[in-house]
C-alpha cells in the first residue's frame, strides 16, 4: 500500500492477508474488476479499479461508492476533514482505543449491530476480530438485507 497522509491507527494494511477470503462474501456487490487495497480500523473496505479508481465499501449500511479517479485524488479529498472523518472516524477509534478496545495486527473493529439495522456509530457497539472474519460476517448479511424493502421487521436466528 502506498503511504497515505492518515495516522496508521486507522488503517489496517492488507499484507500477508488471502484477499480472495476477505472479499469472498461481498462478491455479489463487488465488480470482479475491484482489487483491496486497505480496510480501516473501523471495518470499511477501500479497493482499486483497474484504471486507479477508488471504491469503498461501507460495511456499515452495506454499499460500494466510487469515491475517486485515481489514488491522487482520493489522496487530494483526505485533506477535506469531513471526508477523512467519514472514511477513518478518528473520533471513534480514538473513543473505542481509550475504552482499552486495542486493535492487534490484521484486526478492525467490528460492528455487534450494523448501523443499517439501527446499530450506532458508539464504543458499546465494536469489538475487536480479525478483519477476514469482519467481512465474512457482514457479507451474507447484507446480500439478505438487499432485498428486503424499507422498514421490513428483520429476525436473525442464530445456530
Keep these: 500500500m502506498s503511504k497515505l497522509d492518515i495516522r496508521d491507527d486507522l488503517l489496517v494494511p492488507l499484507d500477508g492477508i488471502d484477499l480472495g477470503s476477505l472479499v469472498a462474501t461481498w462478491r455479489w456487490l463487488l465488480y470482479d474488476s475491484l482489487q483491496p487495497w486497505f480496510a480501516t480500523a473501523l471495518g470499511d473496505l477501500f479497493l482499486q479499479g483497474p484504471e486507479g479508481q477508488v471504491w469503498w465499501l461501507d460495511v456499515g449500511v452495506g454499499e460500494l461508492r466510487e469515491v475517486a479517479h485515481h489514488a491522487a485524488e482520493f489522496r487530494t ?22 475504552a482499552g ?6 484486526e478492525c473493529y467490528c460492528y455487534l449491530l450494523l448501523p443499517i439495522l439501527g446499530g450506532e456509530y458508539r ?31 428483520v429476525e436473525f436466528v442464530i445456530e
Excluded at 77 to 97: T, Y
Excluded at 124 to 141: A, C, K, L
Design 77 to 98: 479529498l483526505l485533506e477535506i476533514s469531513e471526508n477523512a472523518a467519514l472514511w477513518f472516524g478518528e473520533v471513534l477509534v480514538d473513543q473505542l482505543r481509550a
Design 123 to 153: 464504543q458499546d457497539n465494536f469489538w475487536v476480530r480479525d478483519v477476514v472474519t469482519h467481512f465474512r460476517i457482514w457479507g451474507p448479511i447484507h446480500q439478505k438485507l438487499q432485498s428486503l424493502p424499507d422498514g421490513a421487521a
Design 101 to 106: 478496545l486495542i486493535l492487534g495486527p490484521q
